[in-house]
């Protein structure tokens, strides 16, 4: 009997390549508590590390003695920042070209900063050594507000910049002042104001939130005295960056350090910086000769690893009397905290911010963001968003809605009127961003149907002619553009290493194949998605490709994944390495065949004789061939590295919407619907980028409906735990409705988009906007977040809208 014949649709669905809703390869061994993560790691002889940190928020080191800690048996050394000194590392450069204190050095600047660390035997005993480290402090006036932080005679936080007046982003001119980042055109800017018929401006706080992952930060630092080999396992999202800075931190040859991180519990760009923490284990196993483990507890991480936002914006909009946007003003004081670490491309102090226009052909535009120290922990990661795309969407969304308020326009109606056409992408922005691709009137046409937005603004009108109404209805919309993938090199960098990205593909003798990338998951589930466009390009089942990231001593060099670069980096570097795999294969299978490369076909899996279909070879016969009998002139095996520097960033964008009940008695809103469709190009796993959409539409609706972190008047973080800080739960969590348009990026090799962070950034002002909605009838163009129950029942009150 024959073998059945399988058609090329069938042996296509086999390989679960690109647009296969494929099942995550990682989930059989994290839903049976397999993973591995830092804290999992167990090395002989390991010890254990814990942090001493400032109970105040401002103040000078009088005296610090360890003896009692030091007499605690099992304790193996205390060390502060004049045991760091010998070797320069008691400060330490930060990504944003200013220096941080590993150990506090004569001064502690925000609550829970690092002052000194115990090592001992185990995790308790470094704990109650912890305890025992005596620290005298002499306290000094703390300053929280950014404004306040900026007047002639605040307080100075900063002894170690003084008379400096200079930063790395340019002039200081005030011993808090950090830097001035302008964007845009600001005459042109200021001329469209002039001559505007209609001017709108808003004041909103974006509150400093933080991304919260599951996991907390940490590592096990191994020094090997004998080889002089470091190996750090870290949850880190870019080892790499990791391995350089701590070769150039420490002298050791890159070459020597070994950077891993293994299974990592979230990111969220909690996991981008370099941290005090980290720095110390590494010195710690480098000077007691042992591997040293340190996971920070839930508080440590909430209050002293990178908090996100914290911006105070100004936005102003010029238009015309019929709604077409002219002019966009915007003004950010940026509370950056006691250090300026945030995590950006080194030229971008306020990253992407300037992605403010939004998804508007507007004209004229200038954005100005000034960075403060405050007495506050540092950080301004980008918590789900690609560097402060977050803040500039909520910015402008919230505007929009401002000035279609002031002209009584419909929210709809004053979007489509002002988005950037179909026809003019490529698009150049008022900042000088090029829009790759775009179609938002399509989308924004197929979500007002779907949700019959004529129905529920009718719906709405009912409401509001009862005045017994016990609810409050509002509808939020947003048609949002991000910016992601950085990023070109001549752009984007991080310590001068530009952002590409990488792949190394394998393929084995007997067809299947290893491939490593310069990226990191977090969860995204790249070992499954990354499998699939191997599988497509090559004809490889995803079953048989390994994909593997996150040890340097393996993987290529990469800037890690933030910043929902993975895809459009990474993925292009994939498809480039695969197509130089495919290439050299066609030769094989040329040869095989004998006849001219020209003549043979690709289908699915297999090189075809043009013309003839029982002439063929397939990839894993090439394969063979390749390690076997090469054809004369060409090198055996098969494989490829590719390192892909893109030549733009992706512009994913979506259109969402959010029905919302507001009991006017309580102040709680309910989330009655949430319509998020999203265009991120072509999509590579459809499960996954739902999957993707929900987590980010979670992280927004938490950020934008109760995490905050309020400060007392002394400095102290109120609310370091899980109990305050609110993540919420399955319970909590709204449903979620998803749809999709596809319009490629034209400069992807597969014409994909990132997805990851769309969701949250797009979902943020969402809420915002169904909330204010439904304030709107009584004058209220604006509530700052976060909108829970107290702080909306509040509004109510002052509004007159209460029960
Ligand atoms: N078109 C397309 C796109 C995409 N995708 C898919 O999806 C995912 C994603 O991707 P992307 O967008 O590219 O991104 P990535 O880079 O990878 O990632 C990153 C992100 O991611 C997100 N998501 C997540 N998830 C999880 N689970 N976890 C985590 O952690 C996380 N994180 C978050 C964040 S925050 Mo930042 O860092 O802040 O900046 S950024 C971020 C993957 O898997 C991929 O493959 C597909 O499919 N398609
Ligand atoms: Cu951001």
């Known amino acids: 009997m024959n073998a059945p014949v399988q058609t090329a649709e069938a042996r296509e669905l086999a390989l679960a390549g690109m647009g296969a809703s494929r099942l995550r390869k990682e989930d059989a061994r994290f839903i049976q508590g397999k993973g591995n993560y830092v804290d999992d790691i167990k090395m002989p002889g390991m010890l254990h590390m814990d942090i001493v940190r400032s109970p105040i928020a401002h103040g000078r080191i009088v005296k610090i003695n360890k003896e009692a800690a030091l007499a605690i048996p099992g304790v193996h050394a205390v060390l502060t920042a004049d045991d760091l000194k010998p070797l320069k590392l008691h400060w330490m450069p930060t990504l944003a070209g200013d220096v941080a204190a590993v150990l506090a050095d004569e001064k502690v600047h925000f609550q829970m900063q690092e002052v000194a660390i115990v090592i001992a035997d185990d995790r308790y005993i470094a704990a109650d050594a912890v305890e025992a480290v005596e ?33 790395a982003h340019g002039k200081r001119d005030h011993h808090n002042h950090i830097f001035t980042w302008d964007a845009g055109d600001k005459s042109a800017a200021d001329a469209a104001f002039d001559k505007a018929e209609v001017t709108v401006s808003q004041h909103m706080y974006y509150p400093r939130v933080h991304p919260c992952p599951l996991e907390t930060c940490g590592c096990v630092a191994s020094f090997d005295p004998i080889k002089g080999d470091l190996t750090t396992f870290i949850t880190s999202q870019a080892p790499h960056v990791v391995r350089t800075v701590v070769s150039m931190l420490s002298g050791i040859p890159e070459s020597k350090v070994r950077i891993v991180s293994p299974d990592i519990g979230g990111g969220f760009g909690n996991k981008v910086g370099i941290y005090p923490g980290y720095v110390c284990a590494i010195v710690a196993s480098i000077v007691l000769g042992r591997p040293v483990k340190w996971v920070e507890d839930r508080i440590e991480n909430i209050s002293s690893t990178a908090f996100a936002r914290d911006y105070h914006m100004d936005g102003e909009l010029a238009a015309t009397a019929d709604g077409k946007i002219t002019g966009l003003r915007v003004n950010v004081v940026a509370d950056h905290g006691a250090f300026d670490a945030c995590a950006d491309p080194t030229k971008f102090p306020a990253g992407m911010f300037h992605i403010v226009s939004g998804s508007y052909d507007i004209p004229a535009a200038h954005a100005s963001v000034k960075g403060v120290y405050t007495n506050k922990a540092p950080g301004g990661v980008a918590y789900r968003c690609s560097f402060r795309v977050t803040e500039a969407v909520y910015l402008i969304e919230r505007m929009v809605d401002v000035l279609a308020q002031k002209l009584g326009m419909d929210k709809a109606e004053i979007r489509a009127k002002n988005f950037v056409k179909k026809e003019q992408f490529p698009y150049t922005s008022a900042f000088g961003f090029e829009y790759d691709s775009g179609d938002y009137q399509t989308a924004l046409d197929k979500v007002l149907e779907a949700v019959d937005y004529k129905g529920l603004r009718a719906e709405q009108a009912a409401k509001r002619a009862d005045p017994n109404s016990p609810t409050l209805m509002g509808i939020g919309l947003v048609t949002f553009t991000e910016v992601v993938g950085a990023g070109p090199s001549k752009m984007c960098d991080i310590l001068g290493v530009g952002m590409f990205d990488s792949c190394e593909i394998r393929i084995h003798p007997t067809g299947s194949a290893i491939a490593r990338m310069g990226t990191i998951t977090q969860g995204q589930g790249h070992q499954t998605t990354y499998a699939q466009i191997i599988a497509t390009e090559l004809g490889i089942p995803s079953e048989v490709i390994q994909v593997e990231e996150g040890d340097t001593s393996t993987a290529p060099y990469g800037l890690g994944t933030y910043g929902s670069r993975s895809t459009p980096v990474a993925g292009a570097a994939i498809a480039l390495a695969a197509r130089k795999i495919h290439a050299k294969a066609r030769k094989i299978a040329a040869h095989m065949l004998e006849v001219n490369e020209n003549d043979l076909d690709w289908e699915v899996d297999r090189f075809k004789v043009k013309g003839d279909d029982s002439k063929f070879k397939t ?23 590719h390192y892909y520097d893109p030549p733009n960033f992706t512009f994913p964008f979506g259109i969402y919407l959010c029905v919302v009940d507001i009991d006017r008695a309580t102040g709680e809103t ?11 190009g072509t999509r590579i796993n459809p499960m996954i980028i739902e999957g993707q959409i929900h987590g980010g539409l979670t992280e927004g609706f938490a950020v934008a409906m109760g995490q905050q972190m309020p400060f007392d008047a002394q400095g102290n973080l109120l609310g370091n735990t899980l109990m305050d800080y609110f993540l919420p739960t399955f319970v909590e969590t709204p449903h979620w409705e998803t749809d999709h348009t596809v319009t490629p990026s034209p400069h992807h090799p597969l014409g994909a988009k990132g997805v990851a962070e769309s969701p949250h950034v797009g979902s943020i002002p969402t809420f915002t906007s169904a909330v204010v909605d439904a304030f709107s009838h009584l004058g209220v163009t604006h509530l700052d977040m976060p909108h829970n129950a107290f702080r909306t029942w509040k509004a109510l009150r002052e509004h007159g809208a209460a029960l």
């Open 135 to 167: 620290i005298e402090y002499e306290e000094l006036p703390v300053v929280l507000d950014p404004y306040a932080a900026l007047q002639p005679g605040a307080p100075v936080i900063r002894d170690d910049l003084a008379g400096k007046t200079e930063g």
């Open 619 to 641: 990839m894993a016969d090439v394969a063979w061939q390749a390690y076997h009998q090469p054809p004369d002139g060409l090198e055996p095996g098969l494989e490829a590295v």
């Open 670 to 680: 309910k989330i009655r619907r949430f319509y998020a469709l999203d265009d991120c």
